[in-house]
Antibody, heavy 121, light 111 residues
Framework: EVQVLESGGGLVQPGGSLRLSCVASGFTFSTYAMNWVRQAPGKGLEWVSAISYTGGGTFYAHSVKGRFIISRDNSKNTLYLQMDRLRAEDTAVYYC??????????????WGQGTLVTVSS | QSVLTQPPSVSGAPGQRVTISCTGSSSNIGAGFDVNWYQQLPGTAPKLLIYVYTHRPSGVPDRFSGSKSGTSASLAISGLQAEDEADYYCQSYDRGLSASVFGGGTKLTVL
């Protein structure tokens, strides 16, 4: 059974930092690209970032480029998202999801339950 | 404003058939990139419903089907059931943005 479990969300002040983690099991983590997708309260889905199965390739949405860093540790089946210089508009539930590719014709197969990040003073 | 355009809401009675459209442009759907669909039940995470326009993951009923026409795609749900009440999102890739993009979502109400 596939399991994807995010953690690390919470309340942070504008300009602050937070590190999200995602532990996956039930599939061969090291052979899948991984992504973060977020959903602001009452809003739709927004792709945030992707990383290749080796970790050698990373991609970011324009809205987070230069502030967020995605990484992975295949020995621990874990995905990370380091979020710096957080803004109110980053407030959202952050989902971890695997995909069949890193860009182009890729789709998001398995999703975690999400972790809520709230940026507020 | 989402790159992919979906109707905000659709509705239908149990047993009926509804369709949800997803309109893109020459930078995404029209460029030949695949369209995928996700179902998000209230209070839960999204779930892959249809991939590469028409394929269903294991466990998804064949009441759900997808299609493509030009710069648009559609999701059809036949034999509507109360449990189908959810938000539905289309997703593709945009070469201008170099990013995966989602539609704004469509709320399906089963009357």
């Amino acid at each position: 059974e596939v399991q994807v479990l995010e953690s690390g969300g919470g309340l942070v002040q504008p300009g602050g930092s937070l590190r999200l983690s995602c532990v996956a099991s039930g599939f061969t983590f090291s052979t899948y690209a991984m992504n973060w997708v977020r959903q602001a309260p009452g809003k739709g889905l927004e792709w945030v970032s992707a990383i290749s199965y080796t970790g050698g390739g990373t991609f970011y949405a324009h809205s987070v480029k230069g502030r967020f860093i995605i990484s992975r540790d295949n020995s621990k089946n874990t995905l990370y998202l380091q979020m710096d210089r957080l803004r109110a508009e980053d407030t959202a539930v952050y989902y971890c999801t695997n995909s069949n590719g890193i860009s182009g014709d890729n789709y998001f197969e398995d999703w975690g339950q999400g972790t809520l990040v709230t940026v507020s003073s | 404003q989402s790159v992919l355009t979906q109707p905000p809401s659709v509705s239908g009675a149990p047993g009926q058939r509804v369709t949800i459209s997803c309109t893109g442009s020459s930078s995404n759907i029209g460029a030949g990139f695949d369209v995928n669909w996700y179902q998000q039940l209230p209070g839960t995470a999204p779930k892959l419903l249809i991939y590469v326009y028409t394929h269903r993951p294991s466990g998804v009923p064949d009441r759900f089907s997808g299609s493509k026409s030009g710069t648009s795609a559609s999701l059809a749900i036949s034999g509507l059931q109360a449990e189908d009440e959810a938000d539905y999102y289309c997703q593709s890739y945009d070469r201008g943005l170099s990013a995966s993009v989602f539609g704004g979502g469509t709320k399906l109400t089963v009357l």
